[in-house]
């Protein structure tokens, strides 16, 4: 699974320190293993976005604030707005277990205080995966995203962690067939 | 450049003499843990996806049936089931069921699984706990220990660390809790984020391990990716009848460089809670003395431990729950809870009129036996208290100690311990 370069997509605006538990209430978590189930009901937690899940289209973009995932270390967080359709979150900054989560899965967040700041709900973007670029067609703007390490955009371009840790083990299965 | 011990103790994980913050490490894990929500989809991870048979060290793992078990409803007794036949597949030597066990991060260090000088992982938030045992423990996701489990390794940035001094002592009736909301509120949920918080000062040499506990456990609710604590003679003692493995201490060099380092006096830090709806939302407790409550939550891996349980039974002696107000009590162990029958402290909380469940995160996370409906008001000594944690989102959650839980169960309204109880017995202040 590979990343696609370009992602398009209308703009759903989030707050400051939206929680895992707002993302994914904990009464879902029995879907733990579903998902489709749990994008349905993601963002539920937030006043005001009961209904949220059931307004995005496939492919649109989350644009949150600051500490954006914090709580819980449950997956299902990133896993739920994944399933809700959504391609991409772009925080101004993210609590770092839903960032690792993010990674890990090779789900593609971005880093930009500049758009979270100035993109507005229902704005269209546009989102170069590659050079970290958003353009926001409504707004006529552009803005930079903050760059990440070498290995944690050589996982993302892996597919996450999973594709890393096959790799990783069929280097110790050669070694030890080696060996032996 | 001397290094902080979050710094050594990665450094050693990665096989390296020297790391600094910002370093992207590969590092070998001393210990793991998983829970009935984090387990199955890590389990189904590790073997659909990336194909490994076995756990790279079934004698350091752990594996406890907490959130919501005992199961409350079907689904759960699935999540249930797939713990349980993961454990019993990979022949993970610390598996802990339903009544036997309780909740995660009580249960390791009661028995002596997390020790000084480690590098822990826990598929859950509240992992960071074990640091106040002088190791480095963090939070993981269930990709994450899905790899841990086939590697025994798992990836690591290194933090910056932020020193918390605290001068003097804590005064009569202030808490650990009290303490940690006080920092809390003065940095905000997101003050230490992706930080180490090395908590150190005069302060703590006079407070047990249980109270340390509560002071790394919500590390986690600033943000931080670690909270830890060095050794001294408090941590040996707790640890000698319990420890499964020998360990070595680690002590941050004196030429450590720290991002920040703040200075606190304990003696000045009131009794206090975090308002609703986030942890950094503090206010002394004179400020909301008299609100009325609807529930009172004693239980959770921050409060509920044999020594939290002692104070608010101190507190309930003699006294009953105050009409229209109910009472939970949710002992965080079995041993916890198996300590408290021993002392007598069940029948006092019983003769008040409070519910005692059984060992399980329960109500902390909105799971079961406790959940909060529309509009109700609760008085908690759980960890954190965003929209709807507890249950609905338009429920309210204020976070205490538990004399203060315990005493405004009594007078049914946020009430100052004094009220009801003249002086906590000096042997379990």
């Known amino acids: 699974m590979t990343l696609p370069k370009v992602l398009r997509g209308r703009a759903w605006k989030f707050g400051d320190n939206i929680d895992t538990d707002q ?43 600051s500490n954006f995932g914090c709580g819980s270390s449950r997956e299902i967080a990133p896993v739920a707005i994944r399933g809700a359709g959504i391609s991409l979150v772009v925080a101004d900054s993210f609590a770092r277990i839903f960032f690792r989560n993010a990674i890990n899965m090779g789900y593609p967040i971005l880093q930009s205080p500049q758009a979270s700041e100035a993109i507005e709900d229902g704005d269209e973007l546009e989102v170069d995966l590659e050079q970290g670029i958003i353009r926001n067609f409504t707004k006529g703007d552009e803005y930079r995203s903050d760059s990440f390490p070498p290995f944690m955009n050589e996982l993302l371009r892996m597919g996450g962690l999973v594709p890393w840790v096959r790799k990783q083990l069929e280097e110790r299965r050669r070694t030890a067939a080696t060996r032996g | 450049m001397g290094m902080t011990m979050t710094e050594k103790i990665l450094a050693r994980g990665a096989g390296r003499d020297s790391v600094r ?84 991060h009580t249960v390791l260090p009661e028995n002596g699984l997390v020790l000084p000088g480690e590098l822990v992982v826990g598929a859950d938030s509240h992992s960071c706990t074990y640091g106040a045992l002088n190791n480095f423990a963090t939070g993981i996701g269930s990709t994450d220990l899905a790899c841990v489990l086939a590697l025994g390794e798992l990836w690591f940035r290194v933090p910056e660390t932020l020193k918390f001094v605290y001068h003097n002592r804590l005064r009569e009736w202030v808490e650990a809790k009290d303490l940690i ?48 604590m060095e050794f001294d003679e408090v941590t040996k003692a707790y640890l000698d009848p319990r420890a499964k493995r020998a360990y070595q201490p680690v002590t941050s060099d004196p030429d450590a460089d720290y991002e920040k380092v703040f200075e606190f006096d304990a003696a000045k830090v009131e009794l206090g809670v975090a308002k609703p709806m986030s942890p950094d939302n503090y206010a002394p407790l004179s400020e909301v003395a008299g609100t009325r409550l609807d529930q009172v939550f004693i239980g ?49 909380f019983l003769a008040a009129g409070a519910a005692w469940t059984t060992a399980t995160c329960g109500a902390c996370l909105g799971g079961h036996m406790g959940v909060l409906g529309e509009g109700e008001v609760c008085l908690s000594t759980t960890n954190r208290n965003f929209p709807g944690r507890m249950g609905h989102p338009k429920a309210m959650v204020y976070l205490s100690n538990p004399a203060v839980a315990a005493a405004s169960a009594v007078t049914g309204v946020i009430s100052h311990p004094s009220e009801v109880l003249k002086q906590m017995p000096a042997e379990i202040r």
């Open chain 1, 23 to 65: 993302i994914i209430p904990a009464k879902y978590a029995i879907y733990s293993l579903d998902e489709k189930e749990l994008g349905k009901h993601a963002m539920e937690g937030v006043p005001g976005r009961e209904t949220w899940a059931s307004q995005v289209g496939q492919g649109d973009i989350m644009v949150g604030g």
């Open chain 2, 21 to 104: 913050p910002g370093d992207l490490v590969l590092a070998k894990v001393d210990f793991a843990m998983g829970h009935d929500l984090t387990i199955p989809p890590a389990g189904k991870i590790m073997r659909e996806q990336m194909g490994a048979e076995r756990i790279w060290d079934p004698e350091r793992v752990a594996v406890t049936q907490d959130h919501f078990q005992p199961a409350k409803d079907a689904a759960s007794a699935t999540l249930g089931r797939l713990t349980r036949e993961f454990s019993q597949q990979m022949g993970i030597k610390w598996y802990f069921e339903v009544g036997q066990g309780g909740i995660c």
């Open chain 2, 181 to 228: 909301l006080y920092v809390i509120g003065q940095i905000g949920v997101d003050g230490a984020r992706s930080k180490a918080m090395e908590h150190t000062g005069e302060a703590l040499r006079h407070i047990d391990m249980e109270a340390r506990l509560t002071m790394t456990n919500m590390a986690i609710e600033a943000g931080a990716k670690n909270g830890i």
């Open chain 2, 300 to 348: 959770s891996c921050t409060n509920s431990r044999i020594t939290d349980l002692r104070r608010a039974a101190a507190v309930l002696e003699g006294h009953k729950v105050a009409p229209g107000v109910r009472l939970i009590i949710t002992p965080s162990s079995h041993q916890v809870a198996i300590q408290a029958e021993k002392e007598g402290l069940i029948g006092t």
